[in-house]
């Protein structure tokens, strides 16, 4: 069964109130027209675990200026005002983890582990409630693996099995990701044939690719 989609098809697959995934790094490594897509449907009530939600009108903070969103788990939302604001009124539930702690909580969590540990926030706000650990002398913070319903992703090529490869720093989050949720939908810069990526390039393998997005796609 083939896995490429229209954009429209693969959006429709997310329900309302999804936990989703979503790479990028202030917009870079973000999927637009799956986002687009996302605003265009009026998905609402989402959970976006991401690095940020970028600025008004950019990657994720197009999802904010909508109001699709109802919480974010995220390292940063320095750069959006708009997610400021809401989380400021209670409109918006916000869950700040420092970013190398988000990552390996990702990372875990399409690892089938449980958790990390980790010293980073021992003794801040961000370890309040949280279990720790005592090893050799030194306190770690328990977290806990992350997981979602859906992965959206971000990637330079992938042939038509789902194999993707990757650009520069535009990768960032988005092989953790394409590993720790339930369906991972993939929009590539350009779909080539089988073969056209060569193995050591091949970041994430199809096998963890279940969509994947073409331009122009009508099914």
């Avoid at 030194?138 to 038509?160: F, G, N, P």
């Avoid at 993707?164 to 810069?189: G, H």
Wanted: aromatic share 2%; with cysteine; charged share 20%.
């Amino acid at each position: 069964m083939s896995k490429v989609s229209s954009v429209a098809a693969a959006v429709e697959q997310i329900p309302d109130g999804a936990v989703l995934m979503i790479g990028g790094f202030m917009g870079a490594g973000t999927p637009p027209l799956l986002i687009d897509e996302l605003v265009r449907q009026g998905k609402k009530n989402l959970t976006v675990i991401a690095n940020d939600t970028a600025r008004p009108g950019v990657g994720i903070g197009k999802l904010i200026d909508a109001g699709l969103v109802k919480k974010v788990i995220a390292s940063h939302i320095g750069t959006n005002p708009q997610t400021q604001k809401l989380m400021i009124a209670g409109e918006l539930e916000v869950d700040l983890v420092p970013q190398g702690t988000l990552a390996e909580r990702v990372r875990a969590g399409g690892s089938g582990l449980g958790g990390v540990l980790t010293p980073t926030g021992v003794g801040t706000t961000a370890g309040e409630g949280k279990k720790t650990v005592e090893l050799n002398g030194t306190t770690y913070l328990v977290e806990e693996a992350i997981k979602a319903d859906i992965a959206l992703i971000s990637a330079r090529s992938a042939d038509y099995s789902g194999n993707l490869r990757y650009s520069l720093t535009s990768r960032n989050f988005n092989p953790l990701m394409a590993l720790a949720a339930e369906l991972v939908i993939a929009e590539p810069n350009e779909i080539v044939p089988i073969g056209c990526i060569e193995p050591d390039a091949v970041v994430t393998p199809h096998v963890l690719v279940d969509v994947i997005v073409a331009k122009g796609a009508e099914k």
